[in-house]
């Protein structure tokens, strides 16, 4: 992208600014504004009444040290998790509108083809654009980083989500218990 934008002709650096200039606000209003909602949740605590950045209650003391601490390191690093990822996505789109904007400044080259070799060196370039900014087939070992990944994901999804439907049916347990005993006393009485 960098070398592209280096070689460009006037033209094409016109377009790719008005790509700038459309979405520069947009982009740069989301990241102050996840930025500015990063700090404020890492110093929530010192402003409101919880101890921790993210509202969460621990089957255990936390008010001690070195404990107290290290769970509102772990808070912060998962607020900056957080803000990495969107930040990363802010890159993705950039390069989505690059490549849009490629194809935009091929499309003023189709047009303004007089002959058949411009005509045929703008397919070539299409071809080019088609071939480097379209998903491709990746290597086994790829594919097998993914796919362990993803597993990794799945698995951690489900070490949460089979006690919590356990407690799911506990509560729900309780409350149908609750709800005989309270009709068997009032049977009684």
Known sequence: METYIQQAKSEEKKVLQRYVDK??????????????????VNFGPFLLPQPFPFEVHYPFCTDDQPLKTIIYLHHIMLAYQSYVQVC?????????????????????????ATNFSEF?????????????????RQPFTIKGQFLALGVSALIEVFVCAWPADH????????TIIAGRIEKERDCLT
Not at 98 to 112: D, P, Q, T, V, Y
Request: aromatic share 14%; proline share 0%; with cysteine.
């Open 23 to 40: 979405c520069k606000f947009f982009y740069g209003i989301t990241l102050c504004c996840v930025t500015i909602a990063v700090v404020a």
């Open 88 to 112: 990363a996505n802010v890159f993705v789109a950039l390069l989505l509108w690059f490549i849009a904007a490629r194809f935009e400044i091929l499309s003023g080259e189709f047009r303004k």
């Open 120 to 136: 045929i060196r703008c397919i070539q370039l299409h071809q080019q654009l088609l071939k480097r900014y379209s998903v491709q």
């Open 167 to 174: 407690v799911l049916n506990m509560v729900r347990h309780a």
